[in-house]
Nanobody, 115 residues
Framework: QSHIVESGGGLVQPGGSLRLSCATSGIVFDIYRMGWYRQAPGKQRDLVAT???????DYSDSVKGRFTISRENGKNTVYLQMNSLKPEDTAVYYC?????????WGQGTQVTVSS
């Protein structure tokens, strides 16, 4: 059975940093592109960062230069380092495989950026 567990969220002041982790089990991880998504209240879930099996990364314009995605294939885990956080980064963050999504999705981890 597949499991995705996101963690590392919390309350942080503008300009602060957080590191999110996504632990997976029961899924094929190594050969797939992985991604971090976020969903703010009342908005759709958006893909903000991806990383290929080879470590090639891509980011949405809204997070480029501030967020860094990485992965550890041996641990079936993906990370999101978030720096220079802004209030508009407030959302629930999820990870999944963009090209072949796993269901059910994880519960996500809440990130709140506020002074």
């Amino acid at each position: 059975q597949s499991h995705i567990v996101e963690s590392g969220g919390g309350l942080v002041q503008p300009g602060g940093s957080l590191r999110l982790s996504c632990a997976t089990s029961g899924i094929v991880f190594d050969i797939y592109r992985m991604g971090w998504y976020r969903q703010a209240p009342g908005k759709q879930r958006d893909l903000v960062a991806t990383i290929t099996r080879f470590g090639n990364t891509d980011y949405s314009d809204s997070v480029k230069g501030r967020f860094t995605i990485s992965r550890e294939n041996g641990k079936n885990t993906v990370y999101l380092q978030m720096n220079s956080l802004k209030p508009e980064d407030t959302a629930v963050y999820y990870c999944n495989r963009p090209d072949r999504p796993v269901t059910p999705w994880g519960q996500g981890t809440q990130v709140t950026v506020s002074s």
